[in-house]
């Protein structure tokens, strides 16, 4: 029979007390930063990182960055796109961290040009088409299972939620001019992809430590009743499962993955 939480909890404390009974607190997370960075400043320690890993790294990378191509999609006539991924939520966590991949929704009308405008700033990436994403390969990041890693995805507005969040659910930073879902967007686009039956579940397991990343430190401040309109989208009865996540969230209690 496998050992319930509580028991191995008691066998822990039983053990570090022994070895070390002066301890009275054996927690290593005080001080942990706490509140939401902003998107400005998310972005950039997310850029510095990236920056610094390829640099040692990735020498013949391309060094797509986020500012890059949104760039070029704008200049190219893009007019309906929202940068998503980690680079939309990166200023809704306490910690920033990085990413190669650089995700942006894309309406229909505009695909074609914004792939057009990346091929043309980028000739040497290797372009995917799939049915839900038009994913962008540097052959100058090449992981250690020897594949290309993506860094950039074109995400195609392919259901509800995603159309929502294109027409209507984000907002304009004003420091970087980055358009980027609003926050209870976020959650319902993580949310969307740990529920998914059609994602692996290593990734899953990924996706709910982000959620869980952007709920707590905005427990206070989202708007439920937005979270479960935009829940709702991903499946009919998604907006009660998403508020109950948040709580989950809030109690330290593991989302059903």
């Known amino acids: 029979m496998p050992i319930t939480t509580e028991e191995r909890n008691r066998r822990i404390r039983e053990q570090q007390a022994k070895f070390a009974p002066h301890v009275k ?3 290593h997370d005080h001080g942990s930063p706490t509140k939401p960075v902003g998107h400005a400043s998310g972005i950039e320690t997310s850029r510095n990182i990236l920056r610094g890993y390829r640099r040692l790294h990735r020498k013949e990378s391309q060094n797509v960055e986020p ?3 949104i760039n070029v999609l704008v200049e190219a006539g893009v007019k309906q796109w929202v940068l998503m991924g980690l680079y ?3 200023g809704y966590l306490a910690q920033p961290r990085a990413t190669q991949d650089v995700d942006i929704l894309v309406s229909e009308k ?3 040009r914004a792939i057009e405008a990346i091929q043309t700033r980028w000739p040497k990436l290797q ?3 799939l ?3 038009v994913r962008f390969r540097d052959p100058g ?3 250690i299972d020897r594949e290309m890693k993506q860094v950039i995805d ?3 507005p392919i259901d509800a939620c995603y159309q929502a969040i294109l027409k209507k659910h984000f907002l304009f930073d004003p420091k970087t001019g980055h358009r980027i879902p609003v926050i209870e967007a976020a959650c319902a686009s993580k949310f969307a992809a740990i529920v998914s039956p059609y994602r692996q579940w290593e990734k899953k397991q990924q996706d709910a430590v982000d959620l869980r990343s952007i709920l707590l430190p905005n427990y206070e401040t989202l708007n439920r009743k937005k979270l479960k309109s935009l829940g709702d989208l991903v499946y009919p009865g998604g907006g009660a499962e998403l508020l109950e996540f948040l709580e989950l969230a809030k109690n330290q209690k593991p989302f059903p993955v």
């Open 67 to 69: 500012e890059q191509v």
């Open 141 to 143: 990041e090449i992981a």
């Open 127 to 129: 372009m995917q088409r």
């Open 88 to 90: 939309g939520y990166v």
């Open 154 to 156: 074109l995400m195609r």
């Open 110 to 112: 505009d695909l074609e």
């Open 25 to 27: 607190d054996f927690c």
């Open 131 to 133: 049915e839900v994403v």
